[in-house]
């Protein structure tokens, strides 16, 4: 039974402090028409539910290390010998300030309900099931495509110790994509664990690197050269990108906010975790928040210290970017090396090895969710939602591991040319799954205000409101339609031919997205959502119950601890 335009209220019983929330319908809010709540056996939903397995240590670090991968510590020196040190902090900063609107958009709609099956729900409930359709599968399809690539990113990271003229990379894939499978097998709790650890060493490698870039700027290394902002002045802030003068360097500019996209994705992550997390409306919101100070520090430190170190023009950086997902295609490493500091390329590469392994159990984790939360709702089949007694979602996870086995395509050069124009999706992928985002974020506030429901009575609300959304929007659609404008503004007397394999690699997922959202709109006749009945309230009864329990139990932790380990040692325990 739909739950539509209903006023909650709520009251206690006299032989027990319960609370109990009713509604205008006579209705307890327990049912929902997208998914069963609940876990393990009893329930009605106990063969389809996630185990909720995720404490408040895991959700913030994986909130502050979910995005740290190869897209910063090798993408930005790409952007850097293309745009220039001035453009990749303009750069970085934007784009960190638009996925900071997402995060927020994302945490409001997330701590009123959280739903298993990731930011695909909100789409559903608030906008029209074809947008949920829609964003499932291409945020499905980028994970597919992503986690091959980063099992293929290990693959090569190996090569800096052992050639691939000895050992086959596909011994190396295969190694990598066989732990990644045991590890989501293994359920929500190991998983957890072991990402806390992971995510905690991606920090820690992070912070290290900006100290050192910090103390290289300053002077501190072998050849005490005080660098400054040296490189700013020569050879310049901006690098002229396709054409000259001020033209070329607003293109330079413009590329490297793509770049940013690039190393910017995932850091939704959080989002998809709020199925399987404990009192999320405590977690998640307080996740959301940390991601300001994430995008502050990991991100614009690290490429303004760059931009300080490395000459945009230096011949080592343009020719290590043709070695990808090297130790040496690192421009933090190029930075140690042209401060004569001799040892360390072999341990950032095995930091690099740490960064892409992580990636790829998320990337995992990522697609076998979102497949299971389509089928949940019903559109995708229905085996796809069975969960074992861990509560993972086996056969998901089985399709979207063998979907990983593309891999394996790198192991023959005649291949990798195809798979990596496959590379060039993930990126509008991504942005059309923030445009979702944005889009529900909208739609859900417009319905809470149509039907009466309080700001006091919200969680968590965006610091921006509607209005941060509708901007983070128009960028995003921007950004997404000027994504390979490289294709069409080079001129043919100079770089040849129309590149046609790049335009349909960078733009396809668009006319995809479309196809799915108006197919499933005429097969399954589904009607946009309007505000006044849009479910805000299906199954929030029981997150309401679930909440309290959780607060009654933090509350007899901490009974008698001080301040000090209540606010800043609790979260680890």
Avoid at 18 to 34: F, V
Avoid at 118 to 127: C, H, K, L, N, S
Wanted: a positive charge.
């Amino acid at each position: 039974m739909a739950i539509w335009n209903r006023a909650p209220s709520e009251t206690k019983t006299q032989d027990a402090q319960e609370i109990k929330t009713t509604y205008s319908d006579g209705s307890d809010g327990l049912e929902s028409p997208a998914y069963e709540y609940g876990e393990g056996e009893g329930h009605p939903a106990g063969h389809t539910a996630l185990h909720k397995g995720l404490g408040s240590r895991q959700i913030t670090m994986i909130a502050i290390g979910g995005a740290l991968g190869t897209g910063l510590i090798i993408g930005t020196g790409k952007a850097l010998a293309q745009a220039g040190p001035a453009s990749i902090l303009i750069s970085y900063t934007l784009i960190g300030m638009l996925v900071f609107l997402v995060m927020c958009a994302l945490g409001e709609m997330a701590a009123w309900i959280p739903e298993p099956g990731g930011f695909v729900p909100y789409a559903t409930r608030y906008v029209d099931p074809a947008l949920g359709f829609a964003l499932g599968y291409t945020y499905w399809f980028k994970y597919l495509i992503t986690t091959p690539n980063q099992l293929t990113a290990a693959a090569l990271v190996i090569q800096y110790w052992v050639p691939a003229n000895k050992v086959n990379p596909g011994v190396f894939i295969a190694v990598f994509l066989v732990s990644i499978i045991a590890i989501n097998y293994l359920g929500i709790k190991f998983f957890g664990e072991l990402e806390f650890v992971l995510s905690s060493a991606k920090v820690l490698v992070i912070v290290g690197l900006i100290i050192l870039s910090l103390v290289l700027a300053l002077g501190g290394g072998p050849d005490h050269d005080r660098k400054g902002f040296r490189y700013w002045k020569e050879p310049g802030a901006f690098a002229p990108y396709i054409a000259t003068g001020a033209l070329g360097n607003f293109l330079g500019l413009w590329s490297s906010m793509i770049t940013a996209v690039f190393a910017y994705l995932g850091i939704e992550l959080v989002g998809v975790t709020v199925g399987e997390t404990k009192n999320p409306r405590k977690n998640i919101p307080a996740a959301i928040k940390l991601t300001f100070y994430r995008i502050l520090f990991f991100y614009v430190l690290s490429v303004l210290f760059l931009g300080m170190l490395v000459p945009y023009n230096s011949p080592k950086l343009l020719g290590a970017n043709k070695k990808s997902n090297s130790a040496s295609a690192s421009p933090f490493v190029l930075a140690i090396s042209l401060a004569g500091i001799k040892g360390l390329p072999g341990f950032i590469n095995g930091c690099i090895l740490l960064f892409v392994f992580s990636a790829s159990n998320s990337d995992l984790y990522i697609a076998s969710r979102t497949i299971h939360g389509l089928a949940l709702r019903g559109q995708a089949p229905a085996f796809l939602a069975r969960t074992n007694k861990a509560g993972v979602p086996i056969y998901s996870l089985g399709i979207s591991a063998a979907v990983a086995c593309i891999a394996f395509l790198n192991c023959a050069d005649s291949s990798k040319a195809v798979f990596n124009y496959l590379i060039n999706l993930v990126t509008i992928f991504g942005l059309l799954s923030w445009i979702s985002i944005l889009v529900s974020h909208i739609c859900f506030v417009k319905a809470r205000k149509a039907q009466g429901v309080p700001l006091a009575d919200v969680p968590y609300r965006a610091p921006l409101g509607i209005w941060g959304s509708y901007v983070a929007l128009f960028f995003c659609c921007l950004i997404a339609l000027t994504k390979n404008f490289s294709v069409f503004t080079r001129s043919p007397k100079t770089y040849g031919a129309f590149d046609y394999k790049n335009f349909v690699t960078g733009y396809l997922g668009i006319p995809l997205y479309l196809i799915l959202i108006f197919g499933w709109k005429v097969g399954m006749k589904s009607k946009r959502v309007k505000a006044s009945k849009a479910d805000l309230f299906g199954g929030k009864a029981v997150i309401d119950r679930e909440q309290r329990e959780a607060d009654a139990l933090d509350a007899e932790k901490l009974d008698g601890k001080g301040w000090f380990y209540r606010r800043f040692v609790a979260w680890l325990f």
